[in-house]
């Protein structure tokens, strides 16, 4: 029996079997700036986006928010070997957004993140976030 693990691992006959099938299968990003109710950046905030749909099946990624409160969260797809026929440019994935502390997040909101064959093309989708 083969356990897949979401980091690309995959267990089996006791021995991990690293995922090298080639390039990821596509890219993408959310970014955006967290502000407090009166309108002023909150910088050192965590960002992660997570608990995305299939293909991605988990977890796209994190980003800690600089001090004009901006953030940009990046993430890939799995390669092609998994990903199969998988067209990039036209992929949109449903995920969540969570804003703050790892396990008791102060924001919590769906995204949908468009994917781009290439790192180049991504254009992220945009999020502001106002925290309590």
């Known amino acids: 029996m083969i356990a897949l693990l979401a980091l690309g691992v995959a267990t089996g006959c006791g021995r991990d079997i690293i995922d090298d099938w080639g390039p990821p299968a596509g890219y993408g990003a959310?970014?955006?700036v967290i502000r407090d109710s009166s309108g002023?950046?909150?910088p050192n905030i965590l960002v992660a986006v997570s608990i995305c749909r299939d293909p991605?099946?988990?977890?796209?990624?994190?980003?800690?928010?600089?001090q004009a409160g901006r953030y940009r969260v990046d993430g890939h797809l799995a390669p092609i070997g998994v990903a199969g026929s998988l067209n990039?440019?036209?992929l949109r994935v449903g995920c969540e957004l969570f804003v703050g502390p790892r396990g008791a997040p102060l924001v919590r909101d769906t995204v949908t993140v468009p994917f781009s064959?290439?790192?180049s093309a991504?254009?992220?989708t945009a999020r502001d976030v106002i925290i309590p």
């Open 122 to 124: 991504v254009r992220p």
């Open 40 to 42: 002023m950046p909150k």
């Open 56 to 66: 991605l099946g988990g977890f796209l990624g994190e980003a800690t928010a600089d």
């Open 30 to 32: 959310v970014a955006g």
């Open 117 to 119: 064959r290439s790192r």
């Open 88 to 90: 990039a440019d036209t």
